[in-house]
């Protein structure tokens, strides 16, 4: 009594109770679910750990294919980068060689300024001729072929120089083309080369924003090599202009030199054998004007002489005339045209005779006197002009002097200005090229 009173006096657990078969079941419940559960992790793992090695195969592969492609891209820009250089280095060349063979152009096209100068001042010196020397002879035709070809020989080396210029600035714009596409080589090469230095161990690596963009102004592989081919093809092509224009303008100048120097000895020797032709009249024309004085002297004694004749002949008239006129008054018979009447006549007509043939002969020699006389002045006029003429040919010939002293002082193959080089290097300095200064 006492201990079943007792019990009644627990409290009952609030809540609903399960019966023994419920929890049975929710006991084969949790087995079967971790049972499952243990499968599916056994199937996670099986795929996690194949999903693993694949992945790391995977990733070693496109690391390994990634750096064989970087390695593969590297010794193509290296190619490229070589190929630049040699490309740059062979206008460099070029370009210097240009501007030498320029150079040399203008000095020829100098040089020019001191024949032409003589050439036109030994015109102007022969046009001072007077008179019958101031003829268009043999020099006159030479010295005018000279200047013309002097002239042309100007127009042509200007031509020259103008077109070696307007070719350095080709050569300038190839060469800046290829240093432009030599430096960004050298760069992408740094990159490509630092990206092959990289690995997951590297400090810098990081994520990044949307790394997988195509970068605006990309070009396509095709359009990468076309870039480079063309830079190069057009250098190369300028160099071959710039070797032909340097063949030419060598070829001219030696033309042109040889054409000058033939034509400078074809004047030389025309200008001598003028004034040899020249000393030979100027002498052959005193050597007549000493003749003629001589002649004018002898003929002036003449005159003199018959002058003197004719007024002794005159006297011998008077007195014959006054004979007869007085043995006009003989007286009667004793005026008979004798002996002496007879004689005393034909005397005078005699004289008369003389007298004419006398002053007839006078007249002639004064004549010919006066004639001597003025051709002896023309003469002696002609000789001062040839005098004059020849001064102008020594003169010529002087001036042309200064020829021979140029030709010696003139240095033809005078070198080229030196040409500042500046070198051009990547970030590593791996680059030794050597590229003209902007």
Known sequence: MGSGSRMSALPAKPGLRHSVSE?????????????????????????????????????????????????????????????????ARKVDEEMEAL?????????????TSVPLEVGAECLTLRDGR???????DPVDEQLRREVELIERTQQLLQRHVDEAFERLCVLQEARHQLTSDLQNK???????MSCLSLTIKSPQISLK???????????????????????????QEAV???????????????????ELNAQLRATEFALRKRTHHEEQARDELAWQIGNTEDEM????????????????KMASLKLAHTRLESRTNRPGMDLCRDEVQRGLVSEVHQLEATIVA?????????????????????????????????????????????LAATSRTEDPAAAAAAVLLVPLANSSGRSNLQLLAQ
């Open 23 to 87: 929890s049975n079941v929710n006991n084969q419940q949790l087995s079967a679910t971790a049972q499952r559960e243990r499968l599916v992790s056994n199937v996670v793992r099986q795929e996690g750990r194949s999903l693993r090695s694949e992945t790391a195969c995977k990733t070693t592969w496109d690391e390994s294919d990634t750096c064989r492609r970087l390695r593969d891209r590297a010794w193509d820009v290296s190619r490229w980068k070589e190929e630049l250089e040699a490309c």
């Open 99 to 111: 501007t030498l063979s320029k150079e040399q152009t203008e000095h020829a096209l100098a040089a």
């Open 130 to 136: 007077r008179g019958y020397e101031l003829a268009a």
């Open 186 to 192: 050298m760069d992408a090469l740094d990159i490509d």
């Open 209 to 235: 924003t949307n790394p997988t963009r195509v970068p605006s102004g990309s070009s396509s592989p095709q359009e990468w090599v076309q870039f480079s081919q063309y830079n190069v093809g057009r250098a």
């Open 240 to 258: 071959q202009a710039s070797q032909l224009l340097r063949e030419d303008m060598s070829l001219s100048r030696a033309q042109l030199h040889n």
């Open 297 to 312: 002297s002898e003929m002036e004694r003449d005159v003199r002489g018959l002058d003197a004749d004719l007024q002794g």
């Open 358 to 402: 006398l002053d007839q002969k006078l007249s002639e020699a004064q004549r010919s006197l006066q004639t001597m006389k003025r051709h002896h002045s023309r003469m002696l006029q002609d000789l001062s002009r040839k005098q004059e003429a020849l001064s102008l040919e020594q003169r010529s010939m002087n001036t042309r002097s200064r």
